[in-house]
């Protein structure tokens, strides 16, 4: 069982940065593949990106690629997601997710995920 928990979520102009962290429990997070995903208002849940377990290698989709960057710090249970250019298309809730593994950006459902967190980007 993991619990993960997202933060860092705001307001914030087009063109700045974010970073997000999302917090998981449990010893076993450096075996599973960390995920992103955002879901905006009338529009289903997308995969942002994917950072697998082992390797580190991360994959991205093409709407954030070149902007957005996967991080994990095993020692601290914590994956993050680095926004820079936000864009107001940009604008959703970003849940992070746990699973057990990734080849490529992972489509929803995922085995584990958070509450989720609100990014507004205004224009």
């Known amino acids: 069982q993991v619990q993960l928990v997202e933060s860092g979520g705001g307001l914030v102009q087009a063109g700045g940065s974010l970073r997000l962290s999302c917090a998981a429990s449990g010893r076993t997070f450096a075996m599973y593949a960390m995920s992103w995903f955002r879901q905006a208002p009338g529009k289903e849940r997308e995969g942002v990106g994917c950072?697998?377990?082992?390797?580190?290698?991360?994959y991205y989709a093409d709407s954030v690629k070149g902007r957005f960057t996967i991080s994990r710090d095993n020692a601290k249970n914590t994956v993050y997601l680095q926004m820079n250019s936000l864009k107001p298309e940009d604008t959703a809730v970003y849940y992070c997710a746990a699973d057990g593994g990734c080849a490529g950006v992972r489509a929803w459902p995922s085995e584990y995920w958070g509450q989720g967190t609100q990014v507004t980007v205004s224009s």
């Open positions: 950072i697998s377990s082992s390797s580190g290698n991360t």
